[in-house]
């Protein structure tokens, strides 16, 4: 199994301990704490833009090399819970996920930290924008929170990070420390210059934490996860290889909690063909392929943005065809006509866009 751009080695400690630990609370699918307050919801094709809110920016700090961290301000920001993100929308459009990473008792302010990706996949630059253009002063839209990632209530956790996916973590190991949980974090990364917040992390860890980077170590010893009690929960936030070798190494059966920002994957299903009825085209999309990018390669100006299903920007009209829809945004009522063709596929052989 590869394990991109991250060639860490964490044994956690106390994990034979984990292993050991008799069952004293049972986990169940309810949240730890209650579900944050969503948006308000917009009826109809309007609800894809949902609620808008304007925050400025006040603080910028640099907790790791390649790391911003920001401060945003607003007045009567709804409440979270750990694990949930908010959409930015950038001076250009774009649209971009980060989770909230600061204190959920606080409904003024929200804290986010990205890392700037050099190569970012499509090559549109969503990390570059905000280094670039998101100062103290810079007033933004954000949407949401939204939480796909909730904390789940459990005697005990294990919580593995990669690099900057310690910003959801960060939150429950707070939660999970505030309510007595018992619980062992796995941070991994490039080098310790580049791994934000390790010292808050030192300070409310202690031995809990286990840090092994890159450039000290070799590849992540992941066999204790496959020894632990049924109740405890896995979490994990970080590069797919990562996610990837944590999902493998869980006992059989079991998945662990993932939060993934990257592109979801448009696999799944055969390849199908999409007639562009307006265009007067028709592709092909491929078994790897997302409808977004067999479009795109006829249609350059399609509107995108996210490519994870989050935004509705990508949303198109579908005249025939039977849709298999794999995002989570659409209500029923707008999935009747209509598909997000980023992450969103055909149930058969053809669909017809009104594109
Ligand atoms: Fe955001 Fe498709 S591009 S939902």
């Not at 694990?83 to 909230?100: E, F, I, K, M, T």
């Not at 700037?116 to 996949?121: D, N, S, T, Y």
């Not at 990364?189 to 300070?203: E, F, H, N, Q, V």
């Not at 479009?295 to 509107?303: I, W």
Request: aromatic share 4%; proline share 7%; charged share 25%.
């Amino acid at each position: 199994m590869t394990m991109p751009r991250l060639r860490t080695v964490v044994l956690v400690a106390g994990a034979a301990v984990l292993a050991k630990r008799a069952m004293r609370r049972r986990i169940t699918a309810a949240p730890l704490w209650p579900m944050p307050a969503l948006d308000e919801p917009v009826s109809g094709r309007g609800r894809l833009a949902t609620v808008t809110r304007r925050v400025l920016v006040t603080g910028r700090t640099e907790p790791a090399e390649g790391v911003i961290q920001l401060r945003l301000e607003g007045t009567g920001l709804p409440a979270w819970q750990p694990g949930a993100h908010v959409d930015l929308v950038l001076p250009s459009g774009l649209v971009r996920q980060y989770s909230l990473c600061g204190d959920p008792a606080d409904t003024d302010t929200y804290t986010v930290a990205t890392r700037l990706i050099e190569r970012e996949q499509g090559g549109r630059g969503g990390s570059r924008e905000v280094h670039e253009q998101l100062h103290e002063g810079t007033e933004i839209e954000i949407r949401g929170p939204r939480n796909r990632f909730p904390l789940v209530d459990a005697p005990a956790y294990v919580f593995v990070a990669g690099g900057i996916g310690i910003t959801p973590v960060l939150p429950m190991l707070r939660a999970a420390e505030a309510a007595g949980a018992d619980w062992r974090l796995l941070y991994c990364g490039r080098s310790r210059a580049t791994m934000p917040y390790l010292d808050g992390i030192g300070k409310l860890a202690g031995d809990r934490a286990s840090v092994v980077t890159e450039d000290e170590s070799g590849l992540p010893e992941l066999g204790f996860l496959a020894e632990l009690p049924a109740d405890t929960a896995v979490y994990c936030c970080g590069p797919d290889g990562l996610m990837d070798a944590v999902t493998a190494a869980m006992p059989e059966g079991r998945t662990p909690h993932l939060e993934r920002f990257s592109p979801a994957a448009p696999a799944g299903g055969g390849a199908f063909e999409v007639e562009l009825r307006r265009s007067g085209r028709t592709v092909t999309v491929a078994a790897d392929e997302s409808v977004l990018a067999a479009v795109r390669a006829e249609v350059p100006g399609v509107s995108y943005s996210c490519e994870q299903g989050f935004c509705g920007t990508c949303q198109q009209r579908v005249l025939e065809g039977e849709i298999d829809h794999r995002d989570e945004l659409l209500t029923d009522a707008e999935r009747g006509d209509s598909m997000l063709i980023c992450v969103s596929r055909c149930a058969g052989e053809r669909l017809v866009l009104d594109l």
